[in-house]
């Protein structure tokens, strides 16, 4: 009887370890040719815009195109996204990498609107 209990503690330990806690967000693909409106924008809406608008009242805005595009030109945003957690934005913790990535393929790709 014993044995059978540390088989299925075992069993049990297994499949805890072998599950993940990665969110649908977190996997998803990157797009390789983003456009500030398709893919830009909701992640400063969702990341960035809470404190960094004319509402939130820390500069830089990344509230429009042209404020994100200046904010990354000045190399600035894209240090601070690429930071690791705790050192750069967004203050609550680093965004999932593929949004970071998403990001920096705009910026590449010539800030595509």
Known sequence: M????????????????SCES???????VVTTNPTYLANIKPIMSANCTSCHSSDGGQQPYLET??????AVESG????????????GMPEIGRMPQHKIDMVNN???NGFPN
């Open 76 to 87: 600035g945003l894209l240090d601070e996204i690429n930071a690791p957690s705790g050192q």
């Open 65 to 70: 195109y042209d404020d994100v595009k200046t």
């Open 22 to 28: 990665n969110t649908y967000d977190e996997v998803s």
């Open 2 to 17: 014993r044995a059978i209990k540390i088989v299925m503690l075992a069993v049990a330990g297994m499949v805890v370890m």
């Open 106 to 108: 705009w910026a590449n």
